[in-house]
């Protein structure tokens, strides 16, 4: 079956500096990826999404990586700042989240 | 800017009681979806509605869940009778299309205490 993973459960960096957070999925049937932020006590947030036929994918301050060899999505922050301190999920189409990082970004 | 709005926020309830909860997606929007997530979880899809169908509920516990929207706008959530391990948040999305390229939009859900 399907299943979305994220391989760091828990993530420190210092404000200014980049972070990158990263999932592994099985199912490549996958259409699109998405990027969440869930704050305490809030609901997930759209970050960013990435479709399947494409392997980058740049925002505001956040790029998204896919590599369909390896399965592998990544989440990159730039100039990470203290309001980027959240609960990062990623999601292959509707149904699959993994456990989620949990950033933290010291001042 | 558009939302999801969830009621109640908060909600404890003794265990073998009824529960309910409810869902208005933004405007518009066809598609809902009904995720749990436990405590340290990741959300677990429960039930997709599209308009006034459900498409998809199978990680439903169908026993004692049960999810309706009538008119294809609003939605219901319920639980009967809670258990213990239904405390959770419980939370309610919404998207344009089954397929939103922009990921869905979700509520900030209400968190359920069975004790």
Redesign the interface.
């Known amino acids: 079956g399907e299943s979305v993973g994220l391989h760091l459960p828990t993530l420190s960096v210092q404000e200014g500096d980049n972070s990158i957070i990263n999932c592994a999925y099985s199912n490549s049937a996958s259409d699109y990826f998405i990027w969440y932020k869930q704050e305490s006590g809030k609901g997930p947030q759209f970050i960013i999404d990435i479709r399947s036929n494409m392997d980058k994918r740049q925002g505001q301050r956040v790029t998204v990586l896919l590599n369909k060899t390896v399965k592998h999505l990544s989440l990159q922050i730039a100039a990470t700042q203290p309001g980027d301190s959240a609960v990062y999920f990623c999601a292959a189409g509707k149904t699959i989240f993994g456990a989620g990082t949990r950033l933290f970004v010291k001042a | 800017e558009a939302e999801?709005a969830q009621s109640p926020r908060y909600k404890i309830t003794e265990k073998s009681q009824a529960v309910a909860f409810w869902c208005d997606p933004i405007s518009g929007h066809a598609t809902l979806?009904w995720y749990r997530q436990i405590l340290?979880?990741?959300?677990?899809?429960l039930v997709?509605f599209q308009d006034e169908s459900v498409v998809?509920d199978s990680?439903l516990p169908k026993d004692r869940f049960s999810a309706e929207r009538l008119k294809g706008v609003d939605s219901t959530l319920k639980i009967q009778p809670a258990e213990l391990g239904d405390s959770a948040m419980y939370?309610c999305?919404s998207s344009f299309a089954?397929?939103a390229?922009?990921?869905?939009?979700?509520?900030?859900?209400t968190r359920l205490t069975v004790v």
Not at chain 2, 101 to 109: H, P
């Open positions: 999801v979806y340290g979880q990741g959300p677990e899809l997709q998809d990680q939370l999305a089954p397929t390229s922009y990921g869905y939009t979700f509520g900030s859900g």
